[in-house]
């Protein structure tokens, strides 16, 4: 808070003001003492010249001109920088005791090395937690996707060692122990998810699908949907498994193993996919298993749940793109490009310009995507590129649309110094 100061202690001369009024506030300061400094740059406000007498006006503030007023002694010091004066808060009574107390320490160190050493040490090391260090390393190389190799670097435990110096010994120096270190703390988080879903009031609803990692590893994402104890719904990401192919019984001979190893076969609820084949015939998979081996009725026509998200997706590209064999062309360029084979980039144009403004749109930011020089002069046109369609991200053509919508004028401008190449892909207004 900024302190308050009496007015009647500055009804004095001109020439004494600044030195009285730096006495007074000193006095005065009641409510902390950061705002010393600046207060003596202040007068109270002359209600003989029509000034707020519980105001602060600045002494600096040239006669005739309007003068400068506020209580609030940051934005007092804010504008003290127009008249080239700025003031540094003085520091409260606890931080200049905390400082004190620093110098002191330090002094009896160089005086008493053996002694201080020692206490400095077991101080640093009282806040060692070797369990809390190994989690935040694990959390930030995994999280950050640093090389394990991070904890090889010199600057990195020169890094450590500066915000504690006795971290020398609790942080690892070689990176096959990072391997090691993020395998038992997945552990220990998978038994708190097992205790988890183990302890649901409601069925284990699973949602699952296969995706290409950037790696080209095809992988089996599974997720756990709950209402715990609490009554709280929960989701937890169960396992991300390699699989063969898409196939119905591939996801099963997957899936089944992971159900198994959190003990939730018999609490399995709803399975949750897109509106692949594949997927139902994973769920007669677990309809037969569950009947053979579990004594279970689990029934297909109720628990086998389609995903809305992909429906909607499916009836958005519907209106969009007129016929399924427009799409069927669009999922192949696409699936050929994630994969590098591009044949024959003229074909494909001709192809996406069926799609009619929308084609015509992709094949521009195609080629302006197509070299560093096309994407540089985009860029000083616009700022920014237009983000590319493609088939996994469901919204990604909303999300083309709008963002050419915002550039349409340097859209415009790059076809018509380009109309050579795009002049069949120019878009009219």
Known sequence: MDSEVDSSLFNRSATQETQDTEDSVKNSCTRGRSAVATWIHSRPGQAENNEDPTEKYCIHCPAGSKIYYSTIATNFRRHLKVHKIFVNPTPSTIQTTVAHQLEQLYLQAESSSNEASNLEKAVFQKYLNQDVIDEALVSL???????????????????????????????TSTHSEIGKKIHYSWCSNK?????????????????????????????????????????????????????????????FAVLLPVLKDYSIVRKLGAVVGDNATTNDTLCHEIQEYMAEEEGIKWDVSRWRLRCTGHII????????????????????????????????????????????????????????????????????????????????????????????????????????????????????P
């Open 141 to 171: 190389i995994v999280v950050q996707n640093l090389p394990f190799r991070t904890v090889e670097w010199p600057e990195f435990h020169t890094f450590c060692q500066v915000l504690n110096p006795e971290s020398a010994t609790s942080i």
């Open 191 to 251: 038994d708190i998810i097992r205790r988890k879903v183990q302890s649901a009031i409601s069925s284990v609803h699973i949602a699952l699908d296969v995706w290409t990692s950037p790696n080209q590893l095809l992988l089996l994402g599974i997720v756990a949907h709950i209402t715990d104890h609490q009554e709280q719904y929960k989701k937890a990401l169960l396992a991300l498994r390699p699989i063969a192919n898409h196939s119905g019984a591939e996801q």
């Open 313 to 428: 997706n499916l009836a958005v590209q519907a209106f969009l793109f007129q016929n399924a064999l427009e799409i069927e062309e669009l999922e192949l360029y696409n699936e050929q490009e994630g994969q590098g084979e591009i044949r024959d980039k003229e074909e494909k144009r001709i192809k996406f310009r069926l799609l009619g403004p929308l084609g015509q749109l992709h094949n521009i930011i195609v080629h302006i995507r197509g070299s560093t020089a096309r994407i540089q002069e985009f860029t000083q046109l616009a700022k920014r590129l237009v983000p590319l369609d493609n088939r996994t991200r469901w919204n990604s053509w909303y999300l083309m649309l709008i963002v050419a919508l915002e550039l349409q004028s340097a859209i415009d401008s790059y076809t018509k110094s380009h109309l050579e190449t795009l002049e069949a892909d120019y878009l009219t």
